[in-house]
């Protein structure tokens, strides 16, 4: 079946330590993203990317980094620079570009990282 | 800049029962799509319904229907004949050419059997 995955599903963290998230499509869209949610709020966009190798910054990049090396992988590492990590981070992939676009946004289950 | 408002926080209602979720929106652009996205309690946001700004023929999609009005900026979604399945948190969404998709805070429907 295509679909988004996203591993793993919850993520436990201690202070100071970096860890990636990962996010894998099948759809061959060429567009990622990643999301956050904090409890009771919308989505903020962290960073996307529109082809391999290339990816921009989204409203709340500082203290995130990420890759796209390949087509279907676009992985999100929270680094110790982000002073309040614990949250809900969805990834999401569209057709093309969206964030310019009109794409469909098509989004995984999500990975609910704690820092303990 | 655009914005998106949702002003219920929470919904509750019986099951069968009707349930409007309301959405105003704000953007300067004369292009622009609207979305609606249901997230459930597993988490994962499954998209609804997409709606260009030139097009405001309303929709109904089995017990799902839209109500798409520029004159007054909102992009009403209502769930006809409610079911326990539909308890969920439902976001509204705005993207204009060249901007991000905006996200509303989201509204939570619990329905109750």
């Known amino acids: 079946d295509g679909g988004i995955t996203q591993s793993p599903k919850y993520l436990f963290r201690k202070e100071g330590q970096n860890v990636t998230l990962s996010c894998e499509q099948n759809?061959?869209?060429?567009?990622m993203y990643w999301y956050r949610q904090d409890p009771g709020q919308g989505l903020r966009l962290i960073y996307y990317?529109?082809?391999?190798?290339?990816?921009q910054k989204g409203d709340i990049a500082e203290g995130y980094s990420v890759s796209r090396e390949k087509k279907e992988s676009f992985p999100l590492t929270v680094t110790s620079a982000q002073k309040n990590p614990t949250a809900f981070y969805l990834c999401a992939s569209s057709p093309r570009l969206a964030v310019f676009g009109t794409d469909t946004q098509y989004f995984g289950p999500g990975t609910r990282l704690t820092v303990l | 800049a655009q914005k998106v408002t949702q002003a219920q926080t929470e919904i509750s209602v019986v099951e069968k029962e009707d349930v409007t979720l309301d959405c105003v929106y704000e953007?300067?652009?004369?292009?622009?799509?609207l979305f609606w996205y249901k997230q459930p309690p597993s988490g994962e946001l499954v998209f609804l319904i997409r709606r260009n700004s030139f097009d405001e023929q309303n929709e109904i999609s089995g017990r799902y229907s839209w109500n798409f009005q520029k004159s007054t900026s909102s992009f009403n979604f209502t769930i006809t004949a409610s079911q326990v399945v539909d308890s969920a948190v439902y976001f509204c969404a705005l993207k204009a050419a060249g901007n991000k998709l905006t996200f509303g805070g989201g509204t939570r429907v619990l329905v109750k059997p």
């Open positions: 990317s529109q082809i391999v190798n290339d990816f």
């Open positions: 953007t300067r652009d004369t292009t622009y799509y």
């Open positions: 759809l061959n869209h060429d567009a």
